[in-house]
T-cell receptor, first 110, second 111 residues
Framework: DVKVTQSSRYLVKRTGEKVFLECVQDMDHENMFWYRQDPGLGLRLIYFSYDVKMKEKGDIPEGYSVSREKKERFSLILESASTNQTSMYLC?????????FGPGTRLTVT | AQSVTQLDSQVPVFEEAPVELRCNYSSSVSVYLFWYVQYPNQGLQLLLKYLSGSTLVKGINGFEAEFNKSQTSFHLRKPSVHISDTAEYFCAVRAGNMLTFGGGTRLMVKP
């Protein structure tokens, strides 16, 4: 079974803090994705990576950056967290036409 | 660019009744189509996918979906729902590496 894990299920941070969200997949997938999920808006793509050290902006990259130093790990970085970044963050990797998702990290910025 | 519209944000239904969750998409290129399910406090799980071939696709938990190219739809159906089907369902289209999601439909199954 494909496994995608995220470092935290729940996270509370203060405005202005630097936040790291980690995602690890164990199936040697090349493509990995970060989404945020907000009620009524579905999932919106923040960034994706198709190889180590490669990254592409998604639909809503503002306020975020990413890092992919190893194939299995894809990190999402909030350089200076703001309250409008309070959301559920989902990581995914791609295999055989479908995406496999991690359990999500619910981030609250106060 | 592609877009996905899920016409119903919430669908209440009684247990053992049939259900249809609607999904329409627009795209200028050929796409692959997916349905995902998200149970409370969990990540997304792939329910079924259409890549090619038969337009009627069967997935897990008794769900099926039919791809209709002329109507650009990919509606999800189940003939008899169970309480455990209560979840949020997302339709998605994929062009290249990009997956675009609809806003989600919350299925609420009542006893």
């Amino acid at each position: 079974d494909v496994k995608v894990t995220q470092s935290s299920r729940y996270l509370v941070k203060r405005t202005g803090e630097k936040v790291f969200l980690e995602c690890v997949q164990d199936m040697d997938h090349e493509n990995m994705f970060w989404y945020r999920q907000d009620p009524g808006l579905g999932l919106r793509l923040i960034y994706f990576s198709y190889d180590v050290k490669m990254k592409e902006k998604g639909d809503i990259p503002e306020g975020y950056s990413v890092s992919r130093e190893k194939k299995e790990r894809f990190s999402l970085i909030l350089e200076s967290a703001s309250t409008n970044q309070t959301s559920m963050y989902l990581c995914a990797s791609t295999h055989s036409g479908g995406q496999y998702f991690g359990p999500g990290t619910r981030l609250t910025v106060t | 660019a592609q877009s996905v519209t899920q016409l119903d944000s919430q669908v209440p239904v009684f247990e053992e009744a049939p259900v249809e969750l609607r999904c329409n998409y627009s795209s200028s290129v050929s796409v692959y189509l997916f349905w995902y399910v998200q149970y409370p406090n969990q990540g997304l799980q792939l329910l079924l996918k259409y890549l090619s071939g038969s337009t009627l696709v069967k997935g897990i938990n008794g769900f099926e979906a039919e791809f209709n190219k002329s109507q650009t739809s990919f509606h999800l159906r189940k003939p008899s729902v169970h309480i455990s089907d209560t979840a949020e369902y997302f339709c998605a289209v994929r062009a290249g590496n990009m997956l675009t999601f609809g806003g989600g439909t919350r299925l609420m199954v009542k006893p």
